[in-house]
T-cell receptor, first 117, second 114 residues
Framework: NAGVMQNPRHLVRRRGQEARLRCSPMKGHSHVYWYRQLPEEGLKFMVYLQKENIIDESGMPKERFSAEFPKEGPSILRIQQVVRGDSAAYFCASSPNTGTGEYYGYTFGSGTRLTVV | AQSVTQLDSHVSVSEGTPVLLRCNYSSSYSPSLFWYVQHPNKGLQLLLK??????LVKGINGFEAEFKKSETSFHLTKPSAHMSDAAEYFCVVSVKAAGNKLTFGGGTRVLVKP
């Protein structure tokens, strides 16, 4: 079990370029959450996805940011036309699909550190 | 809506002395509560979790936390700090009614002096 895999670990982009961050959840997990950590701050929720569905995107900036979790392949967080303020660590977490009210485990990836120059 | 307040942004302790990291939460529903640790430039590691079972929760590396509903607190303790405990610690709340998305506290940075 390889855990939650995020790549790349570090990403440098010039202002105006696009950034694509990938997250492969743990085997058997079909829920993916993306969080952003700005320097010296805690993590902030961005978006919650299940396979082929966006469940909650209340934390996503209205422009330039998008996320998907296709039927096959990793979840992608896409940032278009990056600006310096997008520099942050982006973490992905996954949890198993369960319909009960029991505990939902969260496993985090090691994050992608985006630097916009 | 739920929220988490970590009462200390920085805590400094001497090696071998107790550690106390304070956390208060607010939630309209029965919460699940977690403590995560983040070492510099690393990901998040789960220390322990409370999910409506025993109120005193034991985690990894000698940490434990007590859920006190009357005080809406979930403080993290360790009897004897080790140099490797120097890191940032996050108290986190999750509520099923909110889609189980996690709400993080602002973090407490722990410094351990030799």
């Amino acid at each position: 079990n390889a855990g939650v895999m995020q790549n790349p670990r570090h990403l440098v982009r010039r202002r105006g370029q696009e950034a694509r961050l990938r997250c492969s959840p743990m085997k058997g997990h079909s829920h993916v959450y993306w969080y952003r950590q700005l320097p010296e701050e805690g993590l902030k929720f961005m978006v919650y996805l299940q396979k082929e569905n966006i469940i909650d995107e209340s934390g996503m900036p209205k422009e330039r940011f998008s996320a998907e979790f296709p039927k096959e392949g990793p979840s992608i967080l896409r940032i278009q036309q990056v600006v310096r303020g997008d520099s942050a660590a982006y973490f992905c977490a996954s949890s198993p699909n369960t319909g009960t009210g029991e505990y939902y485990g969260y496993t985090f990836g090691s994050g992608t550190r985006l630097t916009v120059v | 809506a739920q929220s988490v307040t970590q009462l200390d942004s920085h805590v400094s302790v001497s090696e071998g002395t107790p550690v106390l990291l304070r956390c208060n939460y607010s939630s309209s529903y029965s919460p699940s509560l977690f403590w995560y640790v983040q070492h510099p430039n690393k990901g998040l590691q789960l220390l322990l979790k409370y999910t409506s079972a025993a109120t005193l929760v034991k985690g990894i590396n000698g940490f434990e936390a007590e859920f006190k509903k009357s005080e809406t607190s979930f403080h993290l303790t360790k009897p004897s700090a080790h140099m490797s405990d120097a890191a940032e610690y996050f108290c986190v709340v999750s509520v099923k009614a909110a889609g189980n998305k996690l709400t993080f506290g602002g973090g407490t940075r722990v410094l351990v002096k030799p």
